[in-house]
């Protein structure tokens, strides 16, 4: 097994022999978590938040409404929307 040396400032390097297992690269980031016999590292995907949503509201321009909501308002639509899951959700635990 590996050994690494902690160094000034904590840092760590990861042996070259368990990096060539791993899909690894500069600059990538690990989340580290104790557990019972030491630390353990994953990887992580960093998400831009604002890039997803500026993603999914462009997405959602695009989208046409469907012809029944044609000239309705948005207010509208929700209050059908949530009465919708409202009585499905009756539904499902048998109150209707």
């Keep these: 097994m590996p050994?690494?040396?902690v160094k000034p400032r904590?840092?760590?390097t990861i042996p070259a022999k368990l990096l060539k297992n791993?899909?690894?690269h500069e600059g990538?980031?690990?989340e580290a978590s104790v557990v019972a016999d030491g630390i353990l590292l994953r990887p992580k995907e960093v998400v831009d938040h604002d890039a997803g949503a500026r993603w999914v509201s462009a997405a959602l321009a695009r989208l046409e409404?469907?012809?029944e909501d044609a000239g309705r308002s948005e207010d509208d639509?929700?209050?059908d929307i949530v009465a919708d899951i409202a009585a499905?959700?009756?539904e499902r635990r048998g109150d209707t």
């Design 88 to 90: 499905a959700c009756e």
């Design 3 to 5: 050994l690494v040396t």
């Design 22 to 24: 791993l899909d690894l």
């Design 10 to 12: 904590f840092q760590v």
């Design 77 to 79: 639509i929700m209050e």
């Design 65 to 67: 409404p469907p012809p």
């Design 28 to 30: 990538d980031v690990l």
